[in-house]
């Protein structure tokens, strides 16, 4: 079974109902060029897939992603382009959605690097758009880049100038913030241990703002850790403090738990900003050679920035998963997911949903 990998900005990690879209690892481990991907097509049914307050009619979809990775690397230079594409059908049985019969959601990013005995650039770039519910969308995009330079053994300091923009689309009307960013950092990496710190400053057009963050990995015989603490801001609102912690641990040879602490600002439904907090715990067994399970149970609270009226409000989730390994290509896979979030005004959110789907990865 494919080992899980940990990110510094750690989210919510366990089951994807609908199959996730990943390059596999090793053609980032390898010279020359490589092309590889996967397909997925999924079908989902439940209630209140749109995730509405109070709402609980049935309804279905249909899920299809296509995810692709290119490499190419020489001694001293490299490039790479990821991009998933997710095409989503309109909720059957939501009559009141004003989405698109199909929505197509892409995620594109390119890197750049050339590097000398103690000296690299990089260029990088990315765009991405996400589904908030049936009637909001996020979406993301930035160009930067960055120059480190080794001081010692394990020792190097960054430097990284950049601009993006962050934005939100509700019931069609858009709302974004450009801004520019730079910081300096430095960072450390032992036999087992990866720290690093930075601080800079993100220009918006009537105001700068400090930005900051602290982070860490270290690998452990029978797994890893990682995590990080830092300073944000949202596209209109104040400052807040940012993190995430992650653990993945083999029990065994057939068991694993994976545990995460998060706390990031996201869109909400009404395509305002918030401070969501989530605590997640995942248990994976591998039943087979060729079959394993998963069971995962999540806590949320939600804080509005700004103006948005969102206060402590609650959220759980609980998920399962069934994953068995038809070919040496094909993958069936099976999930379950329920959700609840309360709301600030009015009743609460809940949804049921299962999904069966087929993963096809590939390699060109």
């Avoid at 049935?58 to 190419?72: D, E, K, Q, W």
Wanted: proline content about 2%.
């Amino acid at each position: 079974m494919q080992k899980t990998c940990l990110v510094r900005r750690a989210g919510a990690v366990g089951l994807v109902v609908t199959a996730a879209a990943t390059v596999p690892a090793s053609a980032q481990d390898e010279g020359g060029r490589r092309l590889s991907g996967v397909v997925s097509q999924s079908v989902e049914a439940g209630s209140n897939l749109a995730f509405r307050p109070g709402e609980s009619d049935l309804g279905a979809r249909s899920v299809t992603t296509l995810g692709l990775g290119f490499l190419t690397e020489t001694r001293t230079q490299s490039f790479a382009l990821d991009a998933t594409v997710i095409a989503r059908s309109k909720v059957i049985g939501d009559e009141d959605s004003t989405a698109d019969d199909l929505r197509v959601l892409p995620t594109v990013e390119l890197t750049y690097g050339i590097e000398g005995p103690r000296t690299r650039l990089g260029l990088e770039g990315y765009y991405r758009l996400d589904a908030v519910d049936e009637d909001t969308e996020a979406q993301e995009y930035l160009v930067a880049g960055t120059i480190s330079r080794q001081l010692t053994r394990g020792l190097s300091a960054n430097a990284r100038l950049g601009y993006r923009v962050d934005g939100a689309e509700n019931d069609g009307v858009l709302d974004d913030t450009a801004s520019y960013f730079f910081t300096l950092g430095t960072d450390y990496a032992g036999q087992l241990w990866q720290v690093g710190a930075s601080a800079g400053v993100r220009i918006f057009e009537d105001e700068v703002r400090p930005t900051g963050e602290v982070h860490f990995s270290r690998e452990m015989p029978r797994g890893e850790i990682g995590g990080f603490v830092g300073v944000s801001s949202s596209r209109d609102a104040d400052l807040a403090v940012v993190g995430g912690l992650e653990v993945d641990y083999a029990l065994n040879r057939t068991n694993r738990l994976n545990g995460s602490l998060d706390q990031s600002i996201s869109v909400s439904d009404e395509g305002e900003d918030q401070l969501r907090t989530t605590a997640r715990l995942a248990y994976v067994r591998d039943l087979t050679s060729r079959s394993s399970a998963q069971l995962g149970a999540s806590v949320s609270l939600r804080n509005g920035l700004g103006d948005s009226g969102i206060d402590n409000l609650p959220g759980a989730g609980l998920d399962l998963g069934y994953s068995y390994e038809l070919t040496e290509r094909a993958d069936l896979n099976l999930g379950y997911e329920y959700r609840f979030e309360e709301e600030a005004a009015g009743p609460s959110s809940q949804s049921h949903l299962i999904s069966v789907g087929i993963t096809l990865p590939f390699d060109l």
